[in-house]
């Protein structure tokens, strides 16, 4: 059974800080990978979508980066802003799992002034 | 080009009831799926509508029921709610799943 891991829990830093969250799958077999944003009591945005040949994504001040082999993924976001503060999920598609996300119990990120 | 819309955005049910959910996908896009979000349990597949038929399912009780109709519009229903039943409830829709998925504001159920 896929289990998908975010470390750490909750992060708090300073503006201007850069970042990187980190989501760890325990089958590698996967399709995808998806990370997400989620404002308190809202839905789920989504970031970046890795397929499982990519190496990595970019989209603006956040990159996603993915080693398959050994079930590892990381978000890295440069030059954080409070409006930042959000908490990250990342979700594994895997190959045989159809349409069946797993996700991640995400990261809490507080961006300070 | 419309996102992924849920309603209604809140509900308050008393415990024995049945309530309905309602997803409408972007424009184009054939897959919705359901998730439970609680703080304990974190995020849970339930089921995924595809062409009108259910084509994936989670671990969820006999309870948690839905459809897809022509045009992708889906809908959740729970019957008999439970305390337990309390969660913020999001669709996601797809094009296929190479392209990932766009969720939706959710629903808020309160069961009292």
């Known amino acids: 059974k896929q289990e998908v891991t975010q470390i750490p829990a909750a992060l708090s830093v300073p503006e201007g800080e850069n970042l990187v969250l980190n989501c760890s799958f325990t089958d590698s077999a996967i399709y995808n990978l998806q990370w997400f944003r989620q404002d308190p009591g809202k839905g789920l945005t989504s970031l970046l979508l890795?397929?499982?040949?990519?190496r990595e994504q970019t989209s603006g001040r956040l990159n996603a980066s993915l080693d398959k082999s050994s079930g590892r993924s990381t978000l890295y976001i440069a030059a954080s802003q409070p409006g930042d503060s959000a908490t990250y999920l990342c979700?594994?598609?895997?190959?045989?799992?159809?349409?069946?996300?797993?996700f991640g119990e995400g990261t809490q990120l507080t961006v300070n002034p | 080009k419309a996102g992924v819309t849920q309603t209604p955005r809140y509900l308050i049910k008393t415990r024995g009831q049945q309530v309905t959910l309602s997803c409408s996908p972007i424009?184009?896009?054939?897959?919705v799926s359901w998730y439970q979000q609680t703080p304990g349990q974190g995020l849970q597949f339930l089921f995924e509508y595809f062409s009108e038929t259910q084509r994936n399912k989670g671990n969820f009780p006999g309870r948690f029921s839905g459809r897809q109709f022509s045009n992708s519009r889906s809908e959740m229903n729970v019957s008999t709610l439970e305390l337990g039943d309390s969660a913020l409830y999001l669709c996601?829709?797809?094009?296929?799943?190479?392209?990932?998925?766009?969720f939706g504001s959710g629903t808020r159920l309160t069961v009292v």
């Open positions: 996601a829709s797809s094009q296929d799943r190479h392209y990932g998925y766009t």
């Open positions: 890795i397929q499982s040949s990519q």
């Open positions: 979700a594994v598609l895997e190959e045989t799992s159809g349409s069946r996300l797993t």
């Open positions: 424009s184009g896009h054939r897959s």
